[in-house]
């Protein structure tokens, strides 16, 4: 069974601060990762993905891939209070389906 | 331009009865999904059609069939409805399957009483 485990949270920040989202996934076939966001009663919308070990930045988004430990995260500086939300991990092989974990909630205090 | 679309946004049925989710893409992508999300679940994936003409089950696809009608189109039908299917519904597409990134319709909250 291929799992995407991340912790449900909720993670609590306060504004201007960095917010550390973490996953970890069972499959080493695992190629290909993205980061969704989701507000509450809305779609998932995607953030980013990052397919090569190490980092990628894209404004204030940064995610970071480790496939030796099996370890993939999303780094936010400068935090908002919109970006409060949950934060979905996926995951994937070439050709395969995506397996999603439960997420993490955020909460960004003003 | 729509992107993902899906009908209805919000059904309730009665235990036993039948209906259609339907769901349509324009952005001219291969691969379409069906995804079920529940509370602390996160999404699990019903059915896919990694192309127009084929359909796979997921990784929960008791109770339910699709038909990938065309290039745009992907229904989801429950034949006999069960409350456990009580959940949120999201179809989505890609330009084809892993590693290209999926795009998500606003989805449908289906209650079964």
């Known amino acids: 069974q291929k799992e995407v485990e991340q912790n449900s949270g909720p993670l609590s920040v306060p504004e201007g601060a960095i917010a550390s989202l973490n996953c970890t996934y069972s499959?080493?076939?695992?190629?290909?990762f993205f980061w969704y966001r989701q507000y509450s009663g809305k779609s998932p919308e995607l953030i980013m993905f990052?397919?090569?070990?190490g980092d990628k930045e894209d404004g204030r988004f940064t995610a970071q891939l480790n496939k030796a430990s099996q370890y993939v995260s999303l780094l936010i500086r400068d935090s908002q209070p919109s970006d409060s939300a949950t934060y979905l991990c996926?995951?994937?092989?070439?050709?395969?389906?995506?397996?999603f974990g439960p997420g993490t909630r955020l909460s960004v205090l003003p | 331009n729509a992107g993902v679309t899906q009908t209805p946004k919000f059904q309730v049925l009665k235990t036993g009865q039948s209906m259609t989710l339907q769901c349509a893409q324009d952005?001219?992508?291969?691969?379409m999904y069906w995804y079920r999300q529940d509370p602390g679940m996160g999404l699990r994936l019903i059915y896919y059609?990694?192309?127009?003409?084929?359909?796979d089950k997921g990784e929960v696809p008791n109770g339910y069939n699709v038909s990938r009608l065309n290039k745009r189109e992907f229904s989801l039908r429950l034949e006999s409805a069960a409350p456990s299917q009580t959940s949120v519904y999201f179809c989505?597409?890609?330009?084809?399957?892993?590693?290209?990134?999926?795009?998500f319709g606003p989805g449908t909250r289906l209650t079964v009483t």
């Open positions: 989505a597409s890609s330009v084809g399957t892993a590693p290209y990134e999926q795009y």
């Open positions: 499959d080493r076939g695992s190629q290909s």
């Open positions: 990052i397919y090569s070990n």
């Open positions: 996926g995951g994937a092989n070439y050709g395969q389906n995506f397996v």
């Open positions: 952005m001219n992508h291969n691969s």
């Open positions: 059609s990694a192309s127009e003409g084929t359909t």
